[in-house]
């Protein structure tokens, strides 16, 4: 079956690394991704790493995956309140753009 | 270049009433895309559009809604009779290919629906 599932909420203090998981259960997915999405605003593409990868860093942002596991996690470091946010995870296979969401972290930052 | 627009932004219509929801893509690219979150849950995909043509339509809930790309270019989305059921965010999105190694999902900001 496809299904992603995430936690609903976290919580960070500014400046704190925030850890955001995900575990889905497709076997066959290839890519698996991050979304944010900002009040008000549409779903903004952070990163996405191919299933045969084990981690991808970008900037602030580091991607984590263990396919044996189908555990996926987005690391955000020092975290600011510019990063609150809603985080979606998604996978597709062989990258095509029909994706499968979860229902996504909702990110709060405070001072 | 501008983002994919979806219009409107809000709509509040009574059960039983009609409602059309309208994308305009980026220009030029060919893929569309409707996706839809409700009530709090995961984003789940609708239907997808290669220029004029309905590629994958299994995403569709039912028979009272309706897609259509008329000429290729912006897509609109008919909701006819709308159920309390259809309330969510219904988002668009447009890519130039249908594969995100060489073209990602641009989404636009979404349209909130709510069915009273």
């Known amino acids: 079956g496809e299904d992603v599932e995430q936690s609903l909420f976290l919580s960070v203090r500014e400046g704190d690394s925030s850890v955001i998981n995900c575990t889905y259960t497709?076997?066959?997915?290839?890519?698996l991704y991050w979304y944010k999405q900002e009040p008000g605003a549409g779903l903004q593409l952070l990163t996405y790493i191919f299933s045969n990868m084990d981690m991808k860093q970008d900037q602030r942002l580091t991607v984590l995956l263990n396919k044996k596991d189908k555990h996926l996690s987005l690391r955000i470091a020092d975290t600011q309140t510019g990063d609150s946010a809603i985080y979606f995870c998604?996978?597709?296979?062989?990258?095509?753009?029909?994706?499968?969401f979860g229902a996504g972290t909702r990110l709060a930052v405070h001072p | 270049e501008a983002g994919v627009t979806q219009f409107p932004s809000h709509s509040v219509i009574e059960k039983g009433q009609t409602v059309t929801l309208r994308c305009d893509p980026i220009s030029g690219h060919d893929n569309l895309y409707w996706y839809r979150r409700v009530m709090g849950k995961e984003i789940k995909f609708l239907l997808h559009?290669?220029?004029?043509?309905?590629?994958?339509e299994s995403g569709m809930p039912n028979n009272r809604f309706l897609a259509e790309r008329t000429g290729g270019t912006y897509s609109t989305l008919k909701v006819q009779p709308a159920e309390l059921e259809d309330s969510g965010v219904y988002f668009c999105?447009?890519?130039?290919?249908?594969?995100?190694?060489?073209?990602?999902?641009?989404f636009g900001n979404g349209t909130r629906l709510t069915v009273t």
């Open positions: 497709d076997s066959s997915s290839t890519y």
């Open positions: 559009f290669v220029k004029e043509s309905k590629q994958d």
């Open positions: 998604a996978e597709s296979k062989r990258g095509y753009n029909k994706l499968i």
């Open positions: 999105a447009s890519s130039q290919e249908g594969v995100v190694e060489n073209s990602p999902l641009h």
